[in-house]
Nanobody, 121 residues
Framework: QVQVVESGGGLVQPGGSLRLSCAAS????????QAWYRQAPGKQRELVAA???????NYVNSVTGRFTISRDNAKNTTYLNMTSLKPEDTALYSC???????????????WGQGTQVTVAS
């Protein structure tokens, strides 16, 4: 099985910064796309940022220039560095990881439980 654990959330003032981590562990042969999603109360979940296995990245327009996604393949970990945080960034941030568990196996998608980010003064 594969476990995905997020960490790094918390309460921060507007304009502040946070760094989220997403660690995958367990039966992993290779990891493909890793992505961060967020869901605010009363809103649909949205893709915030994604990083492909080759290193290409994508961001939702509202965080471009403020958030940076990166990955450490040796640690099966992805990071979301968030700066210039705004109250509208408040949400539960969840990590999604696409994993191949064996050399010829199917790629499965795994989710973590999420970490809360609250931006308020």
């Amino acid at each position: 099985q594969v476990q995905v654990v997020e960490s790094g959330g918390g309460l921060v003032q507007p304009g502040g910064s946070l760094r989220l981590s997403c660690a995958a562990s367990g039966s992993i042969f290779s990891i493909y796309t890793q992505a961060w999603y967020r869901q605010a109360p009363g809103k649909q979940r949205e893709l915030v940022a994604a990083i492909l296995s080759g290193g290409s990245t994508n961001y939702v327009n509202s965080v471009t220039g403020r958030f940076t996604i990166s990955r450490d393949n040796a640690k099966n970990t992805t990071y979301l560095n968030m700066t210039s945080l705004k109250p509208e960034d408040t949400a539960l941030y969840s990590c999604n990881v696409e994993v191949r568990r064996t050399r010829a196996g199917t790629v499965y998608s795994y989710w973590g439980q999420g970490t809360q980010v609250t931006v308020a003064s």
